[in-house]
């Protein structure tokens, strides 16, 4: 039967393989048409026999048409010849001899016009026993876009568009297992002072520092380095094919993007960097991942910041045991501090206008099972760095507390300062932790100083002010101790509801020359503040012409070692008695 006017005549073999009918085989042209998908019947051979509307209107948009007759296999490998190519082309010809039940392919399609390349789900079905294929294309582009999309911002930091911190993990595994074994190095990179800006000028502020640190810092590198973003103001560079030395140098370039001022919110503001390397020379590997270098890299970084900012410094193995030691002092300090380990020596205060004992400073240390009784200034920090500082100040003021309850009990009445840190003010459980102290002891709240140090009180003023204001209201007095350590402006010392200030020791020791500045400072401080209701403590007053000199200037109490040294609790009484005596 003649096709009519219009109609496309199905080939020979197909209107065998569909039946005698006419009417079916028009059927089968019918059934093509109807699929959204470009769609091709294939002959044994892999030859085009019939393509749907939406095939011929696929390939005149490609400028590229594929007519009835031609090969199906040769086209495919044509567009792009990959291993999903001839895979596909594999399976079609297995599928046609019937030894598979379908394909089922993703593959790409370049733009021959060089517009972005589109995928496509390939799949196909036998249709009879002579081996005749038909083959859709499901268009799957936008999908495999959007799950390329987001598996690039499952690698990339969100605000510098950066490889994250689980990608570069990637990157340095890969170059560590790279055949050739080249030199290979990492620079840990934090912002010295970024929490000033973060704090003092708003979040946003500081997400435009770090997005235009992330483009120096790119501009600084090479092109075959990779740079990251760890998180918060840390960076990381992958220096590939680059040794210790090379490294170095490209830390100090990476550096010397920071002597650029930053232009931030209208203003300009400059900053430093502090950088730690850790590199391995070519062909040493030794089971190193990519972990083992970022942390020798971080700690390195550390170790810069410590000595002072804005420096460089490369990892040595005394750097990791020197932090394993303070992993273990802080194990050792947490079990201290849970099952009695540390005690409380008690420094006396004296009133200097009567000679009369005010109070005591409680003073921690810790008595260690192998180093003995160890300082404060040995183990604080670590407490501070391993998240002990609360749990070690709640101890000490809970047997403070019931340390002066007991002198009190015995007949000797004084108060006590107890020392706590700008972390519990950020907990904001201070007050309660008080409160808790005293009532477990049954103490009078104004038997009890809480001390601060100028430098914490200046890292949140308010904060420092709110939770000083709240202690004051229950009766227990606040100060504010180490007094010209740091650089605290006046308005912040006059919103603290402080009644006692601590003027700290390098004053005090050079007072001792009456026509110095430090004498002048320590008269400053006084009258300051007695200007600001409050009342002045010298500390560390070591020699009886210091003791002279600070009460001549004005102070209303006195500390140290000229008066007395530390001592235990049970000694305590006895030296109210011998002092008094005296």
Not at 263 to 288: F, K, M, N, W, Y
Not at 427 to 446: F, I, N
Not at 465 to 470: E, H, K, L, S
Request: aromatic fraction near 4%; proline fraction near 4%; glycine fraction near 8%.
């Amino acid at each position: 039967m003649a096709a009519a006017p219009g109609e496309r005549e199905l080939p020979l073999d197909v209107r065998r393989s569909a039946g005698s009918s006419g009417r079916d085989a028009a059927l089968v042209e019918a059934v093509l048409d109807a699929l959204a998908s470009p769609t091709v019947l294939l002959d044994p051979a892999g030859r085009v026999v019939l393509a749907n509307s939406a095939w011929t209107e696929a390939g005149r948009e490609r400028q590229a048409p594929i007519l009835p007759g031609e090969d199906y296999h040769a086209l495919a490998l044509h567009l792009r010849d990959d291993a999903d190519a001839r895979r596909l082309v594999r399976e079609l010809r297995e599928l046609s001899r019937g030894e598979r039940t379908e394909v089922s392919v993703d593959r790409s399609v370049p733009d021959p016009a060089g517009a972005a390349t589109s995928w496509f789900h390939v799949q196909a079905s036998r249709v009879d026993q002579a081996g005749h294929v038909v083959v859709t294309h499901l268009d799957i582009t936008a999908r495999v876009r959007a799950e390329k999309a987001s598996a690039w911002r499952a690698r990339h930091d969100s605000l510098t568009e950066l490889p994250n911190r689980a990608h570069l993990h990637e990157l340095i595994d890969a170059e560590l297992l790279h055949r050739r074994r080249p030199a290979v190095a990492v620079l840990f990179l934090d912002v010295d002072g970024f929490k000033d800006v973060n704090d003092s000028l708003g979040h946003e502020v500081g997400d435009e520092l770090l997005r235009q640190l992330a483009g120096r810092l790119l501009d600084s590198t090479r092109a075959q380095d990779a740079v990251g973003r760890l998180g918060g103001d840390e960076f990381v560079v992958l220096c590939r094919d680059c040794d210790a030395d090379g490294a170095e140098l490209l830390a100090h370039r990476c550096q010397a993007t920071f002597e650029q001022p930053f232009e931030l919110d209208g203003t300009t503001h400059r900053l430093s960097a502090s950088i730690g390397i850790a590199a391995i020379p070519a062909g040493d590997r030794a089971g190193v991942r990519s972990t083992d270098l970022v942390r020798d890299a971080d700690l390195a970084m550390y170790a810069a910041k410590a000595a002072g900012r804005n420096r460089v410094r490369i990892f040595s193995p005394d750097l990791r045991a020197r932090v394993q030691r303070k992993v273990q002092l802080a194990a050792e300090l947490r079990d201290a501090i849970s099952v009695g380990g540390l005690l409380l020596h008690y420094q006396p205060v004296v009133e200097l206008a009567t000679g009369e004992i005010a109070g005591v400073e409680a003073l921690v240390r810790w008595r260690h099972p192998e180093r003995g009784l160890v300082p404060p200034c040995d183990f604080v920090p670590v407490a501070e760095q391993h998240d002990l500082i609360i749990p070690l100040t709640r101890w000490v003021l809970a047997e403070a507390c019931r340390q002066v309850a007991a002198w009190r009990d015995e007949g000797v009445a004084v108060v006590a300062g107890v020392n706590v840190s700008a972390a519990h003010l950020v907990t904001g459980t201070l007050v309660d932790d008080v409160v808790t102290a005293l009532r477990g002891a049954g103490l009078h709240a104004r038997q009890l100083v809480v001390e601060l140090t100028e430098t914490s009180a200046a890292e949140d003023p308010a904060r420092a002010a709110q939770q000083f204001r709240r202690l004051r209201d229950l009766g227990v007095e606040s100060s504010i101790d180490d007094f010209g350590s740091g650089f605290s402006s006046l308005s912040q010392l006059v919103a603290i509801p402080a009644g006692v200030l601590k003027i700290d020791r390098s004053l005090v020791t050079g007072a001792d020359d009456p026509d110095g500045s430090s004498a002048a400072a320590v008269a400053a401080v006084v009258g300051l503040a007695r200007a600001c209701g409050m009342r002045s403590l010298a500390e560390g007053v070591e020699t009886a012409t210091q003791l002279q000199r600070v009460t001549e200037l004005g102070c209303r109490y006195a500390q140290g070692f000229h008066i007395a040294r530390p001592m235990p609790g049970d000694e305590f009484p006895g030296w109210v008695r011998r002092y008094r005596a005296g």
